[in-house]
């Protein structure tokens, strides 16, 4: 049988092939956004600030000079 050469012929292809795949990876989130998850993240990041000014707000009030 006549085998083919490999594209990389390492003793170990997952020097090359972990590397690709987290690029690829990378690549495909980029291009595949989820609207959903960003106007989630919206809110949570206005409710983050919420609770912060609260939480500002109380200890300033706490404060008496």
Known sequence: MNQPTALFPLA???I???PL???????VSFITS???AIHKFDELEQRKLRIY????ESQL???TI
């Open 61 to 63: 009030s706490r404060c």
């Open 21 to 27: 795949s987290f690029i690829a990876a990378i690549v």
């Open 34 to 36: 989820d609207r959903s």
């Open 16 to 18: 090359v092939s972990i």
């Open 12 to 14: 170990n292809p997952a």
């Open 53 to 56: 000014q609260v939480t500002h």
